[in-house]
């Protein structure tokens, strides 16, 4: 393989340098030889390639939504160099043979590194645990299991989940909703809004609670709790006792919990219609300055990907969910960058570093540094443009950005080595 030299990339805080890449690892680049591809990295900030949690690539089952081809090339060009890939697929992923087909799917068309995330329940029934430790064992190494999409309700299931994944330092990744309070119909935060639209509330309670809860049996388990998707402040609150408490509990973030609010509801397109739902602004708040203290650990996009047929339509008929791989960094940059809320290496911690971390993922969120893995992303801080839902790699086009001036950070993804996107300068 040629060498790849990345020239005078600014590593934030570490000045500006080359960077010299072979068979897939960083090398010195005073051993540059003559036989060289170059990027020219003037101006631009250098990151480990970005990590996402949360990612629903809906093969196998609804390969009409979205593959492993198109949500990996979307990840590249969203800076991604892995994703750990949700379990609510058709099949489910409860099996070592599902988690090893995901797996192979993701070897042969990804475009980044894609990891199988293991189903707690079978079925994602809630009833009875999934194949935990056949998964974790399987060729696939599974780490995080979640049942995404619904919730581990019953908490005798929850307990047997935190205590088997012990054994093999795995994660229970939960999406924190009870289902009394916040039933398959509620689709819009519960308060003055929700009330005159008509819609089903989906109060912060039902989140809150069910975290309340977990982290207790995360704390009697002395097992490892992972929270799906923080969507308002009174989680934050519970997360922020836990942790003071050395409770093992880690939480994300998605993109559109950091900026969009319940207002954009108001015109009741179905585009804004995700679980858990759009929050007001002062929740926006919460999540913003948890992130930037910490007590939030990451930003996952929940990506998730919808056929129009099954988005068209009205609005408390309409799937849940929003594209977010593509997107990811610039509302990132916008709501936290630009206003000073986090650094560079901040934000290289929440989305690379820490992802990776939690996931048990080693080749990942690694240093820029000799020896280490390329997985690396040159990133704009200056550029912007205006989200044009068309101008994706998804096939799917539920973009709640469309139309909205973001930051375009992302010009070129390095995944082991190879370059997987690069946007021409
Ligand atoms: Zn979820």
């Not at 030299?5 to 590593?11: C, E, S, V």
């Not at 198109?70 to 409860?94: E, H, I, Q, Y």
């Not at 047997?160 to 398959?184: K, N, S």
């Not at 940059?333 to 939690?358: D, F, Q, Y």
Request: hydrophobic share 45%; charged share 20%; with cysteine.
């Amino acid at each position: 393989m040629t060498d790849l030299l990345i020239r005078g990339a600014d590593l934030v805080g570490r000045g500006r340098s080359d960077l010299l890449i072979r068979n897939g690892l960083f090398v010195d680049p005073a051993d540059a030889g003559a036989d060289l591809n170059e990027l020219d990295a003037d101006g631009l900030v250098a990151l480990p390639g970005l990590v996402d949690l949360h990612t629903h690539l809906r093969e196998p089952g609804r390969e009409d939504a979205e593959t492993v081809l198109s949500g990996t090339l979307a990840a590249a060009r969203g800076g991604f160099t892995a994703v750990l890939a949700m379990a609510n697929t058709t099949p489910v992923t409860d099996t070592a043979e599902a988690a090893a087909h995901v797996a192979a799917l993701g070897a042969r068309d990804g475009h980044v590194q894609v990891v199988p995330v293991g189903a707690v329940s079978k079925a994602l029934d809630g009833i009875e645990l999934a194949e935990l430790g056949l998964m974790a064992r399987s060729s696939a190494g599974v780490r995080v299991f979640s049942d995404d999409g619904h919730c581990v309700w019953d908490s005798r299931l929850m307990r047997r989940a935190l205590e088997y994944v012990r054994a093999f330092d795995g994660v229970i990744a939960q999406h924190a909703q009870d289902p009394q309070l916040a039933g398959d119909s509620a689709c819009c935060h519960e308060g003055e809004i929700s009330g005159k639209l008509g819609l089903p509330g989906w109060p912060a309670a039902a989140e809150a609670s069910v975290v309340a809860r977990d982290v207790q049996i995360a704390e009697l388990t002395r097992s490892r709790l992972h929270i799906c998707h923080v969507s308002c402040a009174e989680t934050v609150d519970v997360i922020r006792w836990a942790k003071q408490r050395d409770i093992n509990v880690t939480a994300e973030v998605a993109p559109h919990h950091l900026m969009l609010t319940t207002n954009e509801v108001l015109g009741y397109d179905p585009t804004y219609k995700v679980n858990p739902p759009l929050r007001p602004a002062e929740h926006v708040e919460a999540l913003r300055e948890a992130l930037a203290d910490g007590t939030i650990d990451a930003v996952a996009t929940d990506h998730a990907p919808h056929a129009r047929h099954d988005k068209e339509h009205a609005f408390a008929e309409a799937a849940f969910g929003m594209l977010g791989l593509e997107t990811a960094l610039a509302a990132v940059v916008e709501t936290m960058i630009n206003p000073g809320l986090l650094s560079w290496p901040e934000l290289a911690k929440r989305m690379a570093i820490m992802p990776a971390h939690i996931a048990r993922l080693a080749d990942q969120g690694r240093p820029l540094a000799v020896g280490e893995p390329a997985n690396v992303i040159l990133v704009d801080p200056a550029a912007r443009w205006v989200v044009d839902r068309n101008d994706s790699a998804s096939l799917s086009r539920n973009n709640p950005w469309h139309g909205r001036e973001l930051p375009d950070p992302v010009v070129a993804t390095i995944w082991a080595g190879r370059i997987t996107f690069q946007k021409l300068r």
